[in-house]
């Protein structure tokens, strides 16, 4: 039986760079993948892109009121795909998340979801959450905060400066960046409070 995999991670811990490397790594083997990610993500508009520079095109652009299942059928009517790669899953909901397990289960394809857990105020996201739930397989990806710690939240800046409050999703605006912290320094930003809490 095929599994559904979440690799998570802070912001700029590689994500991207290893679901292209998994593509890669299938297809010198001679298989053939399917790269989805949702259209929320505008970022590389319909491309996986990674701060290597490295980019592919996807598949499968997800909108909110698309059904994966149905999607990756259609792209799959031959049965040739052995997987389906998902980068920023954590923008899909939980009734796309549990298609994806339908694919892994009942369809036995393989699917990678790549993401983060939670937002800038440390809330998780819907599909992050029911990822958590649900996946076989759990792997968090690792990187730094800039004081050297390991990094597990997602500070928001907005112009420069650090804020707790607004949408849960602010994608490439031209004055919204994204800093990976670790507990410590996110507290000392936040003023000693988790941001969900605020």
């Known amino acids: 039986m095929a599994k559904l995999y979440f690799r998570y991670g802070a912001m700029n ?63 799959n009517a031959e049965g040739a795909a052995s997987c389906l790669l998902v980068d920023e899953a954590q923008f899909l909901s939980a009734a796309q998340i549990d298609e994806l397990f339908q694919i892994a289960v009942l369809d036995d394809v393989p699917v990678l979801c790549y993401g983060i857990r939670t937002d800038f105020q440390t809330a998780a996201f819907p599909g992050s959450r029911r990822l958590l739930e649900i996946a076989h397989s759990i ?44 507990g410590r320094c996110y507290l000392l930003e936040s003023g000693g409070r988790l941001a969900s809490h605020l």
């Open 13 to 75: 811990s590689g994500k991207s760079t290893m679901l292209l490397q998994t593509a890669f790594n299938y297809e010198e083997r001679g298989h053939r993948v399917l790269l989805a990610k949702p259209a929320i993500d505008t970022k590389g508009a319909n491309q996986v892109s990674s701060r290597l520079g490295m980019s592919r095109e996807v598949d499968l652009l997800l909108r909110d009121d698309d059904h994966p299942r149905v999607e990756f059928a259609r792209l």
């Open 139 to 182: 792997e968090e990806l690792k990187t730094i905060c800039r004081c050297g710690r390991k990094a597990i939240f997602n500070g928001r800046r907005i112009d420069g400066e650090f804020v707790f409050d607004g949408d849960q999703v602010a994608i490439d605006g031209n004055s919204v960046t994204y800093e990976s912290m670790c």
